[in-house]
């Protein structure tokens, strides 16, 4: 539906190939592209407007540089803006010198303020922080039920004593002290900027438990409102920093963009996912890359390293290389790398994959199915397929709850890639090639033409 | 340094690999997917020069009128009697924004020649709204037609959004009530991603259709957000209305299930379905709610809504949100919620453009009274003034 700004390039710059610097004129072109593509990010459109000032300042005579195309130099330059803005001032919450440490969670309604507060907790205790959590929302009904629940599964205590949020946030901290704990999170209840009674509840809750950091929880779907939630919220509680939730969505996430530019405030944490432990803190430049529908190497890497053993890995890719990589290697790999997530989300965190790929819709079962079928598969089988004949496929079908159709397109379809796959890491070992296109021997009928301008330079 | 490169370079391969393997399978599931789909719901077109939707009655007095009967009566006549006021309402309440908004527009206001300008700040108000620059383009060369057919200046610019907005919507959707089956228990289907309001919509709801008369069960399908369960079972006890709830972390299938029987069993006119949030991007989460579908659709014509819930304040991904929930469970309107604060919703334009969609219900608040009908002049006004 969107397309990612390197797509969105490609037209213009077959043109602009092969000379050495780009006119006015170009330019212009370029940075109404620019323009579109961060509009369609929900990047709000007066940020929009001050930013493009930015890149055509910047790209106005810009030399190109000889390793670069027009189009790459162009999308360097937009990434590199996109990270300075995103970025800036470092992250990191106050640790107060006389505990406890108080933080202050605020946003609109249904921003993840709850959630948040939980995966805040795990986060800091892991890092050896003892954390309450106080449910000061006591608007929505069964709210400090929820976060109840949730301290329990992080192993965090929840305090909510009182009847009006501002007491129950001065109580948490006496609480707090009473138990000897070091950090204190107040998770407040949702409330629209523009509900002046509420904000001045807000301003009372912050009065009354002096914060260290006052955190504003954003929604990463979440469109040009973000300017205005964030101004005003930054008005009343003077934020210390912001928490990007549901990122693990298909937003691209320009709200960030707006929010930082809006208050000047750091990005401090992501949510990335339904569970207590899908939280991070934020990366500028993967988000850039993101709002830009780029690949995201760094985050491949971060997930390889977790999921994958790297000696087996290396058995594996030199089994790849020879072209003695078997069913049985093949299922052994798909195993590590499902822990990785998606097989989707892998995919879109390679650069320079087209997007019919990155956009193709996979269906997680699938992986599943073709696991059953290797699974049913004797040892022997797995090192030679060849031998597999027709009473084989049928046995083989039966035991894995599939077709003999479905045996034999996974045996083709695995013959043809291993070859493809034999060729790319050959190249990749022998030149140290830079991961920026498609492997050489991809049938480019398949891919629908060559991959876009690569992802940041690796090293 | 030179191990992780090597590990991620086999990474990259595998994976593309292994993608490479199973794409052909995926592709042709999909096609068979699309090809049934195709011939189950054919894009309305759109009518050419649709009946405004007619006005509800508005009973005078409060108290006097009869619970419509079950089947018969469409919830276009419901609200009326709770809430005689309520076209005021929508504007009451995002009149207190209007500032903000006006100061855009506000050039155009000062009247003169149509220029460039004048058509640059048209486009940017409506970017700003969440309109999105497809809908964008199309609503203002629309609205170019209309000025050069009328002469207008520009101080008639906002006058003709209003017109050309309404216009669009009243061509996409000519039917925005909800509907009841004819005969037996109706079942309507919350769904939507986290944290945009199915919870609280299904209360409201549950509320409108109890001062109706009609027996209301409110079924808690969210089993996997902490105290979601309670947050409904409180709402029910508040309204004073049935709830059927599983197990935390349980299987929703099964508080469904449960559901149907009990609203059988009881002679509940009404079940309101309440799931668990989902990124649209979670496929197995995606294909729980399928199946919650099909187990209510176990007895034939009980389903007649899925209402799609979507925050105001959602920008562009709601249009991707519109397209998967539609795509897995052909979602027949949407719920605008928390329409209340200064974000205009304008995304939805952009959905019934694309789909066909209808909005169908607005919701300002946290109150149980603050669901409305959706007005297509009312929201094009809110959006331009």
Not at chain 1, 131 to 152: C, I, N, S
Not at chain 1, 269 to 293: C, H, N, Q, T, W
Not at chain 1, 449 to 454: I, Q
Not at chain 2, 93 to 104: C, D, E, M, V
Request: overall charge negative; charged content about 25%.
């Amino acid at each position: 539906m969107f397309d990612s700004l390197s797509d969105r390039f490609d037209g213009i710059f077959t043109r602009l190939r092969g000379r050495g610097k780009l006119t006015e004129k170009d330019i212009d072109e370029v940075a109404r592209e620019i323009r579109l593509a961060l509009l369609e990010a929900d990047v709000n459109v007066r940020v929009v407007k001050s930013f493009v000032g930015r890149i055509k300042e910047r790209a106005n005579g810009a030399e190109v540089a000889k390793s670069l195309s027009p189009a790459q130099q162009v999308i360097k330059i937009v990434h590199e803006e996109l990270v300075t803005t995103l970025g800036g001032a470092a992250g990191k919450l106050t640790m107060n010198s006389r505990p406890p440490t108080v933080i202050l969670l605020a946003g609109l309604q249904g921003s993840g303020k709850t959630t948040a507060a939980a995966k805040l907790a795990r986060f800091l205790e892991r890092d050896g922080k003892r954390v309450l959590l106080v449910g000061a929302d006591l608007q929505r009904p069964a709210a400090v039920e929820q976060l109840r629940v949730l301290g329990e599964r992080v192993g965090v205590p929840v305090a909510s004593i009182g009847t009006d949020p501002v007491a129950v946030a001065r109580a948490g901290i006496e609480e707090a002290q009473r138990l000897g704990r070091n950090v204190v999170i107040v998770d407040t209840a949702g409330r629209l900027q523009i509900d002046t009674e509420l904000m001045d509840e807000l301003r009372a809750i912050r009065d009354a438990v002096d914060p260290d950091d006052s955190l504003l929880v954003v929604d990463a779907m979440t469109g040009q409102e973000a300017v205005n939630v964030a101004e005003a919220f930054a008005e009343t509680i003077d934020l210390t920093g912001i928490v990007l939730t549901k990122l693990d969505g298909d937003a691209r996430g320009g709200a960030a963009l707006s929010v930082k530019e809006v208050t000047g405030r750091p990005i401090m944490f992501a949510g990335v996912g339904e569970k207590l432990e899908d939280f991070e803190p934020f990366y500028p430049d993967r988000m850039a890359s993101r709002i830009l529908g780029m690949g995201d190497v760094l985050t491949l890497i971060e997930k390889a390293e977790a999921a994958f053993d790297a000696d087996q890995a290396a058995v594996a890719t030199e089994k790849l290389r020879t072209g003695d990589f078997t069913l049985q290697d093949f299922l052994e790999q798909m195993r590590q790398m499902r822990k990785m997530g998606p097989l989707q989300n892998l995919v879109a965190m390679l650069p320079g994959v087209p997007k019919e790929l990155r956009n193709a819709d996979v269906d997680e079962r699938e992986l599943g199915r073709i696991e059953a079928i290797i699974c049913s598969m004797t040892a022997e089988e797995r090192q030679r397929p060849s031998i597999i004949d027709g009473s084989r496929r049928i046995r083989i079908a039966q035991g894995s709850g599939t077709s003999t159709q479905d045996v034999n397109a996974l045996l083709k379809q695995f013959k043809q890639v291993s070859q493809m796959m034999k060729q790319f890491s050959k190249v990749n070992k022998k030149g140290k090639r830079r991961m920026t296109g498609l492997p050489p021997g991809l049938d480019p009928g398949l891919l629908g033409g060559a991959g876009g301008p690569g992802g940041r330079p690796t090293g | 340094m030179s191990d992780t490169l090597a590990l991620v370079v086999f990474v990259a391969i595998f994976a593309l690999a292994a993608f490479l393997i199973v794409l052909p399978r995926f592709v042709r599931n999909r096609e068979a997917k699309r090809a049934t789909a195709a011939t189950r719901a054919p894009a309305p077109p759109r009518p050419v020069a649709p009946p405004r939707p007619v006005a509800p009655p508005r009973p005078t007095s409060e108290t006097g009128a009869p619970p419509a009967p079950v089947g018969e009566a469409p919830v276009e006549e419901a609200p009326a009697e709770e809430v005689p006021a309520e076209p005021v309402r929508l504007r009451d309440r995002i009149g207190k924004t209007r500032a903000s908004f006006a100061g855009l527009l506000g050039a155009l206001r000062r009247g003169g020649k149509i220029d460039d300008e004048s058509w640059d700040e048209l486009e940017e108000a409506l970017l700003l709204a969440d309109v999105g620059m497809t809908t964008t383009e199309a609503v203002v060369e629309g609205v170019k037609a209309r000025a050069a057919a009328t002469g207008a200046d520009a101080e008639a610019l906002p006058a003709l959004l209003r017109d050309e907005i309404t216009e669009r919507l009243e061509c996409t959707a000519t039917d925005r009530s909800l509907h009841h089956a004819l005969d037996g228990p109706t079942v309507w289907l919350m769904v939507g991603v986290n944290g945009v309001g199915k919870t609280t919509t299904s209360a409201k709801l549950a509320k409108r259709e109890l001062a109706d008369g009609r027996r209301v069960l409110l079924a808690a399908a969210d089993t996997f957000r902490a105290a979601a369960a309670d947050q409904l079972a409180m709402w029910a006890d508040r309204l004073g209305c049935a709830v059927v709830r599983g197990q935390d972390g349980g299987d929703p299938g099964a508080v469904v299930f449960d559901a149907m029987d009990a609203a059988i069993a009881r002679d509940t006119d009404l079940v309101i379905v309440d799931t668990a949030g989902r990124l649209h991007t979670k496929v197995n989460l995606m294909n729980e709610l399928e199946k919650l579908k099909r187990i209510i659709e176990r007895r034939p014509g009980a389903l007649q809504e899925v209402l799609l819930v979507l925050d105001a304040s959602t920008g562009q991904n709601g249009l991707v949100q519109a397209r998967e929930f539609a795509g897995a469970v052909d979602i027949t309107g949407v719920v605008l919620t928390k329409l209340d604060g200064t974000a205009k919703g304008g995304v939805v334009l952009a959905i019934e453009d694309e789909f066909g969609v209808p909005v169908k219900l607005v919701g300002l608040g946290e109150g149980a009274d603050d669901l409305i009908p959706f007005d297509p002049a009312e929201f094009a006004a809110a959006l331009v003034e």
